[in-house]
């Protein structure tokens, strides 16, 4: 029996009640014989309330005050969990990010982890205790000033703490039963995923699917770490996520992981480009100037009779407002006629490493939304990935459509089965 | 214009307004040209409500990790200030207690201050900041785990601070004006000091008076740090505490300083005990054993028919029950034939150094209690103060009495003048 670490998300701890039992949960794997770390993140809201709080005194919170405020946050969920184990008669020792040794870059809000030097949590560990580890946080190199490490952090932490540590797999507890084929709140079909390889994941992660942040998939696949999504509310397994499947698992990898959806992004056209060398650099050198990050581009065929093109991207609706600004401040520089805003948009995208040996696939999806009567608007796609681009309103159709499509549904008799020229 | 420590107590901060508020104090104090290190307290009830989950979770919740636990209340306070000074356009940075370089050895829940290093406060103050400093915690000396100092711990981190930093003043600010003569909730008639020495603090301290606790006073007379008590919600001069009247100010030291009053100890009587050698270490060794604090002691003379004695002394009334027990289950080691405990008890204490050169003061004080009907059950004296112990329903009157027979009243023409030989 090896190392495990256990990460669980603030629903798990939401109060008292919940801290006593994700403690059990902690002993329990402990008694069957594993060292255990924990990463906890704050319970329930306390983060919101904590933001709430920064902006009653301070219109844009930020910076490294913004950071000391927001980890109070997971040192009271860590002291209370360890409290919890060790009324249960186990020992529990709980460490701050800096004392665990997480230290980061000095970019407040939004810290990049550079090393973990776990030397406190391996001493406790070698004692026999449960170590409890803040999520979320660490320590900067330089000035030694606390950093939070932005939004899933803590499960970066779990992460980056089973790769220092060697863990055998890092499981993740949140009040989900795992990843599924689709989002369950939209395709009532949807199926729990009992395995799939990193690529997968990471490609469903960028599509939109919000049980795993790309960042940690991204993280456990460079150092190897299993990561295990499952539930905190009940015994089940959930989704593994590794390179191969982990032992005597016969989980062949499926053509087709599943179908994520994403209606948090907006489109916005720069319409009337000249089509000549340099114009894209400078639409999107302007865009980066910004710090907006965008998802797709689309450069249209430019119209003989003009000379002038449309370039389209996609990037997050709250981004909308700065990168109209900057572009509109650069319409000459740039040279384009005017710019159109879109966030009535979805994106639908269709995941599966078994794409890249299967033509069909493309086909197939292409038919299946136009079955449905969706209308595309644009088009992305990358070896084992396509997303294409709808009315925000025809999402949800489009999804179940696609997910019937790929014989996804929980209750098909099997999933699609392409040979290896497509059909 | 000198460096400045400030000391805000969590009814100061207990919401965003009162943040705001206190923010604008600290920054009007830098524009008068000081440096400014600010220490601050948990908003408001946050502590308690701390303690109340941890309570949820643990049955007796204590040591490392509940320490970890407080800690959180006082990093969400001194962020939020540090942001909302920033809001006001000067430059503020928040620091932990171990980051401040507050050293504690290892007793979590109520360590004790065991070297102050505030090199980072230092170069943070020299590079025009304004440093919040969290208090009540520290970091221990062997472990560099977190600890706190205990009730009302962060007056004593700003009193150290003050002491490392060499300050001109350690202002404590509270939601009282000062220190009174008598608690204003039971004399009307209590008024303002303006200056009191350390020693009439200390006794006054020690004998109930709540603004300032004891532990602080002892270390701001250790390092001669003079303290300024007053009040956050407006712009008074407060009480300062000091070896000697400050700067230009022309203050009498008063013959009596004031009277003090507690009712939160309760009154154990060992019946008859043998007068003979070595009883009562019998029975204070027991006490002592069982880790329990004790104030006053009186023994009766021994009733010569019998060779028989009582020893009785007061404790808080929350140890009552282990004093108690530790006893009966001495009681055939030390030797006596019951015990009697009474939790209806008040102590009222006359603090003043001009009761050494004034012996008219006890006779006064006593006749006092006697013209109120006041009972008096044990009497203990030191050389600048006289307390006795009365019923408890009788403290509110015995203290009004006592503070009209020494003129204390804030109407009355002056103090009463004692020639050097008492009347």
Redesign the interface.
């Known amino acids: 029996m090896g190392l495990v670490v256990q990460k669980y998300g603030g629903s798990s701890v939401a109060d008292?009640e919940g801290?006593?039992r994700v403690?059990k949960r902690i002993v329990e794997a402990k008694k069957n014989g594993h060292q255990v770390v924990v990463v906890v993140s704050a319970m329930g809201d306390t983060t919101d309330e904590?933001i709430d709080?920064?902006e009653?005194?301070?219109?844009m919170?930020a910076g490294?005050?913004?950071d000391?405020?927001l980890?109070?946050?997971e040192?009271?969920s860590?002291?209370?969990?360890?409290?919890?184990i060790?009324?249960l008669g186990h020992e529990?020792?709980?460490f701050?990010g800096s004392?665990a040794g997480v230290i980061t870059d000095s970019v407040h809000n939004k810290a990049r982890i550079i090393d973990v030097t776990p030397g406190r949590i391996r001493e406790s560990l070698d004692k026999g205790n449960i170590a409890i580890v803040a999520g979320f946080q660490g320590v900067s190199q330089d000035k030694?000033d606390?950093t939070t490490l932005g939004r899933g952090g803590s499960d970066t932490t779990a992460v980056a703490l089973a790769a220092a540590l060697d863990a055998e797999v890092c499981e993740i507890y949140t009040d989900v039963d795992g990843v599924f084929t689709a989002d369950p709140r939209v395709v009532k079909k949807a199926r729990k995923i009992d395995w799939i390889a990193f690529e997968d994941m990471l490609e469903l992660a960028a599509s939109g699917s919000k049980v795993l942040l790309h960042r940690c998939v991204e993280y456990a696949r460079r150092y190897n770490i299993p990561i295990h999504v499952r539930s905190s509310f009940s015994g089940l397994q959930g989704t593994w996520v590794s390179s191969e499947p982990i032992g005597d698992r016969k989980v062949e990898q499926a053509i087709i992981s599943g179908v994520a959806h994403d209606t948090s992004e907006a489109k916005v056209t720069v319409v009337g480009v000249p089509d000549k060398p340099g114009e894209a650099a400078a639409i999107f050198r302007t865009i980066s100037n910004a710090e907006i990050n965008i998802d797709m581009i689309v450069q249209n065929v430019s119209a003989a009779s003009t000379g002038l093109t449309d370039i389209s991207f996609t990037l997050p609706k709250a981004e909308g407002r700065k990168a109209i600004d900057a572009l509109e401040r650069n319409k000459e520089g740039i040279g384009f006629d005017s710019l159109r805003y879109d966030d009535q948009i979805g994106k639908i995208s269709l995941v599966g490493a078994g794409m890249k040996t299967n033509p069909g696939v493309t086909a197939d999806f292409f038919t299946a939304l136009s079955d449905a009567g969706v209308n595309i608007e644009l088009i992305s796609t990358s070896e084992i990935r396509i997303s294409v681009v709808t009315r925000a309103d025809d999402v949800n159709e489009a999804v179940r459509a696609v997910h019937t499509a790929f014989g996804l549904d929980s209750d098909s008799d099997e999933a699609v089965v392409y040979g290896g020229t497509g059909r």
């Open positions: 008292a801290i006593k403690a904590l709080l920064a009653q005194v301070s219109p919170p490294r005050e913004f000391m405020l980890t109070a946050g040192r009271i860590m002291a209370l969990l360890a409290m919890a060790k009324n529990a020792q709980s701050t004392q030694k606390i």
